[in-house]
């Protein structure tokens, strides 16, 4: 599967996004899709996740801001993120698996080439 990043930008403190990632290749209803991000200097880490039949899981710092959500009928995966804060600034990036959602990137075979989101104070 091949995935398309899409919605990043620059937006003030408090505003909102939403990020989407297209997928092509067959059976996108089939793959556990995710969210990752990596800001500068530090890991990427665990965003969201959302399993083939909707179950969706959450990084616990982000305290309720981000909504993953999926359209199979588009093979499209969204992460609309509102009350951004200067710490949510990262490269942004769309992931995929099998299975089951998991945490850790190692996990995820197919990525995106990810989308900027800066989030000015």
């Known amino acids: 599967v091949q995935l398309q990043a899409s919605g990043g930008g620059l937006v003030q403190a408090g505003g909102s996004l939403r990020l989407s990632c297209a997928a092509s290749?067959?059976?996108?209803?089939?793959?556990?899709m995710a969210w990752f991000r990596q800001a500068p200097g530090k890991e990427r880490e665990f965003v969201a996740g959302?399993?083939?039949?909707?179950?969706?899981s959450y990084a616990d710092s982000l305290e309720g801001r981000f909504t993953i959500s999926r359209d199979n009928a588009k093979n499209t995966v969204y992460l609309q993120m509102n009350s951004l804060k200067p710490e949510d600034t990262a490269v942004y990036y769309c992931?995929?698996?099998?299975?089951?959602?998991?945490?850790?990137?190692?996990?995820?075979?197919?990525w995106g080439q990810g989308t900027q989101v800066t989030v000015s104070s």
């Open positions: 992931t995929a698996r099998v299975i089951f959602i998991a945490q850790t990137e190692s996990n995820y075979p197919y």
């Open positions: 290749g067959r059976s996108f209803s089939g793959y556990v």
């Open positions: 959302i399993s083939s039949g909707g179950t969706t």
